[in-house]
């Protein structure tokens, strides 16, 4: 009976940790569009520094901060640490493409299938059955973006929404990939898809034509804000499953309306505050609920 109860409590402080881990990751990373717009410079250019110095951030940090030391660190991750970096450059030159090619509104809505791709494949892949409560979330959150993006959706492009296509399965695959090898360094994986994203987009930015504000703006994003951000939103697949991880990151749809009002005063439309609202309301109940007490 005691071992019974200490079972539920672990059970319990894990998924509250993993909820409350996502959360603060997804509130990290709401913040790269602020850096961005104030950079003033290309999706490419963005790109290539945000891989640059979070390629330089996540090993100094993995020294410090890890008593194994980087080389052991890396060596005890193995080969899914550079998988995990092979998915995230997917995603993230998935993304940066599939907004040259396509409307935003197409992109963000494609990129709203995250959780449920992700239930796929733990399912697939793990033998992970996501959860009634968790899969009425990931429909809620998905009404909730497309009523967002819906005053400015279009036909868009086959290309750009084939590409936001295959940034949302590399996305859901790393999360998955995540949930798998739970001792797999989550630094060392943002380190790795750092430096695999500013090799890969050396050769379409202009470093040369930067500024120092840029360089400064976008430092600040690469080595602190933005990694850690996606440091976060990896750790939390250690204590909760990667449907669920995906659902509460949906809140980046709530909080970027609420930056762009706050740092340059663009009022979001009546669309966005209603899925807005719908989005906010389905993860604030959501988290309440999956980290209470089982009966």
């Known amino acids: 009976m005691t071992n019974m109860m200490i079972d539920k409590s672990s059970f319990k ?3 509250t940790m993993g909820v409350s881990v996502t959360l603060m990751g997804a509130l990290l990373m709401s913040l790269d569009p602020i850096f961005i717009r104030f950079s003033g410079v290309s999706g490419f250019d963005t790109a290539f520094l945000f891989g640059l110095f979070t ?10 901060r890890d008593e194994r030391g980087l080389i052991r660190t890396i060596s005890e991750s193995r080969w899914p640490v550079l998988l995990s970096g092979l998915l995230m450059l997917g995603s993230a030159t998935g993304l940066v493409l599939s ?19 992700a239930a796929v494949f ?40 084939g590409l936001a296509v295959f940034a949302v399965t590399c996305l859901s695959l ?22 695999f994203l500013a090799l890969a987009m050396f050769f379409v930015a202009t470093p040369s034509a930067y500024s120092l504000n840029t ?24 204590y909760i499953t990667a449907p669920e991880v995906g659902v509460i990151l949906m ?24 899925g807005g609202s719908i989005i906010l309301l389905t993860i604030l109940i959501y988290a309440i609920s999956t980290t209470k007490h089982e009966q």
């Open 13 to 15: 402080s894990a998924r």
């Open 174 to 195: 790393n999360q998955t990939l995540l949930r798998k090898y739970k001792n797999v360094s989550r630094m060392a994986s943002v380190g790795f898809g750092g430096l």
């Open 99 to 117: 907004i040259k090619h396509t409307s935003i509104a197409n992109t963000f809505v494609i990129l709203s299938a995250a959780p449920a791709l």
């Open 122 to 161: 733990s399912w697939l892949l793990l033998g992970e059955v996501t959860k009634r409560s968790t899969w009425i979330a990931i429909i809620s959150v998905m009404i909730g973006i497309v009523i967002v993006v819906s005053g400015s959706f279009d036909s868009g492009n086959l290309i750009g929404d």
């Open 215 to 238: 360089w400064l703006i976008m430092g600040a994003m690469g080595l602190f804000t933005a990694p850690f951000g996606r440091v976060l939103s990896q750790t939390a697949t250690r």
């Open 251 to 274: 809140i980046n749809t709530v909080l970027a309306p609420i930056w762009a009002f706050s740092f340059f005063n663009e009022i979001p439309p009546m669309t966005s505050v209603l």
């Open 55 to 64: 390629a330089i951030s996540m090993p100094i940090f993995i020294q410090l």
